[in-house]
């Protein structure tokens, strides 16, 4: 584990604890040096806290997902399942070592996924975090006990060496606390990719297999031979792998922030076309009306009922285009499908909807906008290119389906489909540079919000977008 890695060697201390198995590796091979001035193993109940208090440091900083209360009894099984396996370790041979680290790393997993409610591959992350975080503190503070209790002649369980663990403890603790809160929301889920995940465990393993290199052989140019010096190693090599995770987060966020800032200027610019597309039927309604004056007082004149009928049903297929509304249930939902049929009729787009707009009460107006308005948008831009006007089909469709909100938006496409490297719909607009694919990511982005996934399947030229949100678990827990 962190701690059971020194022999104990001091005079006067006969009842140490084992010796590791790296210690035991250096002395019984005469081709290395051993270590001089070899120094205590950090007794396990002490290295049992510092792993449970790098949980705690995350999953205060973590959106929650659990109540209070689970995390309480969550955090409180942990620190004892944490205690036990570290005594189990302590009590087995010393091939067992690598074993008892997996178990103990297992159990901070279960601590933070449990106590958080992460999703797996979150936890994973987090706690590779914590694990080096708990090694950080823990080499740190035992460098200072050993180097103040070697002088000063005090035991591991003194008053002393406890007031220093708390102390010790507090101030790393209580400072990483403050580091890493401003690193994770505590409004949103962490969601870090596969290869954010897997890059964060390899960076785990490459700091403790280094830090701990002088206590599997002191005869390589990365090792110590002396105590402290062992220690001081451990402590920076720690202190190096936290700062390269904190710098790795810190990117993370800083590429979701300016992921939001582009989703809020994208919404913008969504805005001002509505706003001129809202600017153009009302100058187109002024017209209207004007017109209509004419229309009526020549109707009013016309004396022959056949062309008074002629005039009365050119009439009304004149208004015919400006009386067309949408009532689905929402009215977000009435004017984003009324703005965008008539976008449809202006471009010869056949669009269809059969929506029940009562189902979204629990989803934000802002969302309802960008969800339906991105996956309108991106079906009208792909259909608009077709050349035959029987081509332009654009078909959506809201209901529920065995407790499941489904979203579904189809349209018809005659071109090949273009991913990047990473599966992702490459858009055919020419500023791909600026908004590249960010109609599909806003809307599986939202659709995630809620609980939900997004899928898209190509059939026979029908391009068929899906979002699925849990009714009950989704949209009314909101």
Not at 262 to 277: G, P, R, T
């Amino acid at each position: 584990m962190i701690g059971a890695v020194l022999p104990n060697m001091l005079a006067g201390l006969a009842n140490a604890p084992s010796v590791s198995s790296a210690a035991v590796t250096v002395l019984s091979v005469p081709s290395m040096t051993p270590i001089t001035n070899a120094l205590p193993d950090i007794p396990r109940s002490y290295t049992a806290i510092c792993e449970w208090a790098a949980c705690m440091v995350y999953i205060a900083v973590l959106y929650r997902r659990v109540p209070l209360q689970r995390s309480i009894i969550v955090s409180a099984a942990g620190l004892l399942l944490l205690t036990a396996v570290q005594y189990f370790d302590g009590s087995m041979p010393i091939w067992f070592w690598i074993i008892g680290m997996l178990l103990a790393f297992a159990c901070m997993y279960a601590t933070i996924l449990l106590g958080a409610g992460t999703g797996k591959r979150e936890g994973l992350y987090i706690t590779a975090r914590a694990f080096v975080l708990a090694e950080l503190v823990a080499s740190l503070h035992w460098q200072i006990v050993t180097f103040i209790g070697v002088r000063d002649g005090f035991a591991d369980y003194d008053w002393r060496a406890i007031a220093l663990l708390v102390v010790t403890y507090a101030l790393c603790f209580s400072l990483a606390w403050l580091v890493e809160r401003g690193n994770f929301s505590q409004t949103t889920p962490t969601l870090p990719t596969a290869s954010a995940a897997i890059a964060t465990m390899a960076i785990m393993i490459v700091t403790f297999a280094m830090s701990n290199l002088s206590f599997v052989s002191t005869n390589t140019p990365f090792s110590g031979s002396v105590g402290q010096e062992i220690f001081y190693i451990r402590t920076l090599i720690d202190f190096c792998g936290f700062a390269i995770l904190y710098a790795q987060q810190e990117q993370a966020r800083r590429i979701g922030a300016n992921t939001e800032l582009a989703s809020i200027n994208a919404q913008l610019e969504s805005q001002h076309q509505e706003y001129l597309q809202s600017k153009e039927n009302i100058e187109s309604l002024g017209r209207l009306a004007h017109d209509l004056k004419h229309q009526i007082t020549a109707l009013r004149a016309e004396v022959d009922p056949k062309h008074a009928a002629a005039g009365f049903e050119q009439l009304e297929q004149s208004v015919q285009r400006y009386s067309a509304q949408q009532h689905t249930g929402n009215p977000v939902l009435d004017v984003i499908l009324t703005t965008k049929e008539r976008t449809c009729a202006d471009r010869g787009i056949t669009f269809t909807a059969v929506a029940d707009g009562s189902l979204l009460s629990g989803m934000s107006s802002m969302d309802i906008a960008s969800l339906f308005g991105n996956a309108l948008d991106n079906a009208i831009e792909a259909t608009s290119k077709l050349p035959k006007r029987e081509q332009r089909l654009i078909k959506l469709a809201l209901y529920e389906q065995n407790h499941f909100i489904v979203i579904r938006v189809e349209n018809y496409y005659d071109s090949r489909l273009k991913k990047d490297a990473e599966g992702n719909l490459r858009t055919t607009k020419r500023d791909d540079q600026h908004r590249h694919g960010f109609g599909v990511k806003s809307i599986r982005h939202i659709a995630q919000q809620y609980g939900g996934e997004v899928t898209i399947r190509t059939e026979d030229h029908w391009f068929v977008l899906t979002a699925l949100i849990p009714r009950k678990t989704g949209l009314m827990a909101m």
